[in-house]
């Protein structure tokens, strides 16, 4: 069936450096792709997402870069603080549509 | 304003116990969702309801039912409690817009073990 994956089950970045989280997926009709990210305890919170027809969407720190050619989603994350430590999920959904599909998730260490 | 809240936090079962997770939303959304969170994987959707009155499987229904009993609450039954049904299980809701992502927001868990 169509999933939603990632490339890298941890990352670990310095504070202060930029952040990249990849994300593969193969669902070529899923109109949104989407970032959640879930702090240790707490439920998922959304931080940005990107509509298919876009490549680039830019939020606060944070850009969300989407290639459709080879299927690929990433999360951007500049100046990387400890409170970005968390797990990130990459997700995609159709318009109108209320399943979700989360990828397995990312797990971001941030060292001070 | 609470957001999304659910109850229990924790919760233990026995084999063939039942029991009803609680979940209620004070943003006025449309719809809420019921998912399970295993370790080291994504969250799958159990059951939506996108509108009051409304309830559809999700990818992993199997063992439970749903309940839209008003707009603001959406509760998950599990009838008979099984050890696979071991995990967290978390509640969302969102507004509907038809036109763009619906972002959902989350509720804290509940941790479910069943021995």
């Known amino acids: 069936g169509e999933n939603v994956g990632l490339h890298l089950p941890t990352l670990s970045v310095q504070e202060g450096d930029n952040s990249i989280i990849n994300c593969a997926y193969s669902?070529?009709?899923?109109?949104?792709?989407?970032?959640?990210?879930?702090?240790?305890?707490?439920?998922?919170?959304f931080i940005i997402d990107i509509r298919s027809n876009m490549d680039k969407r830019q939020g606060q720190?944070?850009?969300?870069?989407?290639?459709?050619?080879?299927?690929?989603?990433?999360?951007?994350?500049?100046a990387t603080q400890p409170g970005d430590s968390a797990v990130y999920f990459c997700a995609e959904e159709n318009t109108g549509g209320f399943k979700t599909i989360f990828g397995a998730g990312t797990r971001l260490f941030v060292k001070a | 304003n609470a957001g999304v809240t659910q109850?229990?936090?924790?919760?233990?079962?026995?084999?063939?116990?039942?029991?009803?997770?609680?979940?209620?939303?004070?943003?006025?959304?449309?719809?809420?969702?019921?998912?399970?969170?295993?370790?080291?994987?994504?969250?799958?959707?159990?059951?939506?309801?996108?509108?009051?009155?409304?309830?559809?499987?999700?990818?992993?229904?199997?063992?439970?039912?749903?309940?839209?009993?008003?707009?603001?609450?959406?509760?998950?039954?599990?009838?008979?409690?099984?050890?696979?049904?071991?995990?967290?299980?978390?509640?969302?809701?969102?507004?509907?817009?038809?036109?763009?992502?619906?972002?959902?927001f989350f509720g804290p868990g509940t941790r479910l073990t069943v021995l």
């Open chain 2, 7 to 104: 109850t229990p936090k924790f919760q233990v079962l026995k084999t063939g116990q039942s029991m009803t997770l609680q979940c209620a939303q004070d943003m006025n959304h449309n719809s809420m969702y019921w998912y399970r969170q295993d370790p080291g994987m994504g969250l799958r959707l159990i059951y939506y309801s996108a509108s009051e009155g409304t309830t559809d499987k999700g990818e992993v229904p199997n063992g439970y039912n749903v309940s839209r009993l008003n707009k603001r609450e959406f509760s998950l039954r599990l009838e008979s409690a099984a050890p696979s049904q071991t995990s967290v299980y978390f509640c969302a809701s969102s507004e509907f817009t038809g036109s763009s992502y619906n972002e959902q």
């Open chain 1, 61 to 78: 720190r944070v850009t969300v870069l989407l290639n459709k050619t080879v299927k690929h989603l990433s999360l951007q994350i500049a």
């Open chain 1, 27 to 45: 669902n070529s009709a899923s109109d949104y792709f989407i970032w959640y990210k879930q702090e240790s305890g707490k439920g998922p919170q």
